[in-house]
Structure formats: structure tokens, C-alpha cells
């Protein structure tokens, strides 16, 4: 049994990019069971772009579920775009998860944007100024409820998606000066907390496509600039009994016509 996910992040949709990405999603129902977004789904997030990610990724004929990224968020206008999401039929997770059945396999989803703070050796700690410790509970707040989503979840696999990165590996290519504000190893911690198959994340977008989290956990950065494609579809093959982990490969991604 083989579970095949589609994923994209940071599409950074409004009017004029509307129809771009549609001649390859319409494919999706022959290559994929599920299509996941990992965050900047607009540019600037307002509503008028949600209704833009709603006419383009809605109604596709596979589940679609995605988290929002930090221009999500810019216009404070979160509510608003969540419920046009979720109006077009797309999941939109924040710390919570949802569990789909691919053809007799349960596919456990957990989904949280995430936050900044560094990687070990190189992060911010909660320590100092109010303001500094507010950077950082927030990260851990976020990371905390990411792992209970994963551990909570009665399913066969677990998927990871985040829209900030676990791990450093995939920022390479990224001015190592910026690192703290493209991810933190909290999350990464949240993933290793659970039996996670796959972590899938954007926001880098002159990030590297593969990295591992020190648990070994397979991540994959799907932001657009990165794959440039209209997404990659990863090839699951759920662990058998008694094994410790399954298998992640990647299989040839669909372009934008």
C-alpha cells in the first residue's frame, strides 16, 4: 500500500496569479490522495486573496489541507481568510489535525505555522527582556501543541506540516544571519515526539529541498521557488508491523503550464 502526497508551499496567490497552478492541480485525482499547503498561501493575506487560494485549489477532487504562513497573516485578517478556506472545502490546520482514510490507510495530518528562534547552538533562549521571552514562548506554545496534535492521533501514519522549518537543513542555500527567523529546532522536536513519517514545510524559499530531523525523521521543504513546480508527490509506503519506520520517496512533480 502506497499513500501519495501532493504538496506546495509558498504559492503567494492574488488575481493575477489565479489559473497558474490549475491546469496541473486538475491532474491531481490521477497522481495524488491528498494535497497538502504549507502556508503563504496569499501575499499579503487578505481576504480577497483567501477567495483567490479558494478558487484555485478548491474543489479538486482530493482532500486539500494546509496551514497558514506568516503573510497569512500581515493584514490581521486570519478569521476571515480561515473561513474562505474552509468555505471551498480546504482543512486549515493551527496546532490541530485531522485523520483521512487513502484507500484503507489512516493518514494522520498535524499542522501548526510554526515560528522563528534558531537551531541548537545558535538560538534565542527565554531569557532577558519581556519582548525576548514572548519570541520564544510563543515558538515553544506553538511546538508544544504541534506535538500533541502528532501524538494524539489515532492513525496508521503521521504527516507533519508546518509552513517555518524543523530542522537547518533545508535553509542552506539561506544567509546563515536569517536562519532564526525561517525556523526553530523546537519544532523539530514536536516532529521527533511522535512516530512521524514526514515533515513538510516552505518559507525558505532559497532553502534545500531535503533534510532530517535528529530523531530521523524525513523533511522536506515544498516552498514553490524550491520545487518549482506546482508540487512534488512524495510516495509513502506505511511501516509493516513491527518495523520502526517506513519508506519516503519522491516521485517526478507536476509543472505549471
Same mark, same amino acid.
Given at each position: ?25 486538475e491532474?491531481l485525482? =490521477?497522481?495524488?490522495? %491528498?494535497? #497538502? ?7 499579503? $493575506?487578505?481576504?480577497?486573496?483567501? !477567495? @483567490?487560494?479558494a478558487?484555485e ?10 496551514v ?16 474562505v ?11 490541530t489535525n485531522?485523520?483521512l =482514510?487513502?484507500?484503507? %490507510?489512516? #493518514?494522520g ?6 515560528? $522563528?528562534?534558531?537551531f541548537?547552538? !545558535? @538560538? ?10 514572548d ?39 539561506e ?17 521527533d515526539?511522535a512516530?512521524?513519517?514526514?515533515a ?8 534545500s ?6 530523531g ?7 516552498a ?8 512534488s508527490?512524495?510516495h509513502?509506503h506505511p511501516?509493516?508491523?513491527?518495523a ?14
Amino acid at each position: 500500500m502506497v499513500i501519495r502526497i501532493a504538496a506546495v508551499g509558498d504559492v503567494h496567490l492574488d488575481q493575477d496569479v489565479v489559473g497558474r497552478f490549475r491546469p496541473a492541480l486538475e491532474e491531481l485525482p =490521477d497522481t495524488a490522495d %491528498v494535497l #497538502l499547503l504549507a502556508g503563504d498561501l496569499t501575499r499579503h $493575506g487578505t481576504e480577497s486573496e483567501a !477567495r @483567490c487560494v479558494a478558487t484555485e485549489f478548491g474543489g479538486l477532487g482530493v482532500p486539500v489541507v494546509a496551514v497558514l504562513g506568516n503573510h497569512d497573516y500581515h493584514c490581521d485578517e486570519v478569521p476571515a481568510v480561515i473561513r474562505v478556506l474552509e468555505d471551498a472545502g480546504i482543512v486549515v490546520l493551527e496546532g490541530t489535525n485531522v485523520v483521512l =482514510d487513502c484507500t484503507g %490507510v489512516r #493518514l494522520g495530518i498535524a499542522g501548526a505555522k510554526g515560528f $522563528g528562534g534558531g537551531f541548537a547552538g !545558535r @538560538c534565542a533562549s527565554e531569557f532577558g527582556e519581556p519582548e525576548m521571552k514572548d519570541f520564544v514562548r510563543t515558538t515553544s506554545a506553538i511546538s508544544e501543541q504541534l506535538g500533541v496534535a502528532l501524538r494524539e492521533m489515532d492513525c496508521d501514519v503521521r504527516v507533519a506540516l508546518t509552513h517555518y522549518a524543523p530542522v537547518p537543513d533545508t535553509l542552506a542555500g539561506e544567509p546563515p544571519e536569517i536562519y532564526p527567523f525561517l525556523g526553530s529546532y523546537l519544532l523539530g522536536q514536536a516532529i521527533d515526539s511522535a512516530p512521524t513519517e514526514l515533515a513538510l514545510h516552505g518559507h525558505a524559499h532559497a532553502g534545500s529541498e531535503r533534510g532530517t530531523t535528529p530523531g530521523g525523521v524525513r523533511v522536506r521543504n515544498v516552498a514553490h521557488p524550491v520545487i518549482k513546480q506546482a508540487y512534488s508527490v512524495f510516495h509513502l509506503h506505511p511501516p509493516y508491523a513491527g518495523a520502526t519506520a517506513g519508506k519516503v520517496s519522491a516521485v517526478s512533480a507536476s509543472g505549471i503550464s
